[in-house]
């Protein structure tokens, strides 16, 4: 009889402690994956100097994919390895037509330039200018001009091979996070001036929020806003920097 009731004891406190060791995990396991796959859009109206930066009116947009890998997990948090690929990439300069009318260059007819060029900052405008005649003595000369903003796009891709992704309150299906990559992009040609470099280093910083449709498929669709910064670090004549504020959407599946 004791050795029943001893072995009815101890199977009621094997089966409770299975029971607990398993609760933590399952709800813990919920929203928590161990590989994820992302599909993302970017975009960026514009910069302005925000860190390092000194580029302005500089916009950004992109398609990419990621993969993130999870580390650790603790205190109900996961911290990842993330990786990032823009296969498609555009960046967008002010370009900045200037357009003069020389009347009287020599007398009696009209001269005329058109120049165009990407510039840090475009003004649309238009007047006129006045020169002294030369030789002395002989009549002015009198340039119009207009000055019209455009804009050039210049195809790109980017990779990140480093990053991280720190997930918190993993138990809930709304999870806010920060995430950070480092890495290259390389465009068609120089940007974001002529004299600058078509291969530029990249880092980004900043956080979001994502939300699970479903704990058992694991799917998932996030937002967040990030600093983004390119340079080339001096290896060419110019290197201005630019910052942006990139506005990213994703969506995620993965186990």
Not at 45 to 70: C, F, P, Q, V, W
Request: net charge neutral; glycine share 10%; hydrophobic share 35%.
């Amino acid at each position: 009889m004791r050795v029943r009731v001893c072995g009815v004891l101890l199977w009621m406190v094997g089966a409770a402690g299975s029971v607990l060791a398993q609760e933590p995990g399952s709800v813990m396991d919920q929203y928590s994956r161990k590989n994820t796959f992302t599909v993302f859009a970017e975009y960026s109206n514009t910069s302005s100097h925000i860190l390092m930066g000194a580029s302005r009116e500089r916009k950004l947009a992109d398609l990419g994919g990621a993969y993130t890998r999870r580390v650790v997990r603790f205190w109900g948090s996961d911290l990842s390895y993330h990786v990032e690929v823009r296969p498609v990439l555009f960046e967008s300069d002010p370009l900045e037509t200037l357009i003069a009318t020389i009347d009287g260059f020599p007398v009696g007819s009209p001269g005329g330039s058109t120049t165009t060029a990407v510039v840090g900052k475009c003004e649309a405008g238009s007047g006129e200018v006045t020169f002294p005649g030369d030789p002395v003595g002989s009549p002015p000369t009198v340039e119009d001009y207009s000055v019209t903003c455009g804009r050039q796009w210049t195809f790109g891709q980017a990779f990140s091979p480093i990053g991280f992704k720190y997930s918190m309150r993993t138990r809930h299906p709304l999870q806010p996070f920060v995430i950070g990559t480092l890495g290259y992009m390389y465009t068609s040609r120089p940007v974001p001036v002529a004299d600058a470099e078509a291969f530029n280093f990249v880092f980004d910083f900043g956080a979001g929020v994502e939300l699970f449709k479903s704990e058992k498929k694991g799917r998932s669709v996030s937002a967040e806003v990030r600093y983004h910064h390119f340079s080339n670090r001096d290896t060419a004549a110019e290197n201005p920097g630019t910052d942006n504020i990139m506005y990213k959407v994703s969506y995620s599946f993965g186990r």
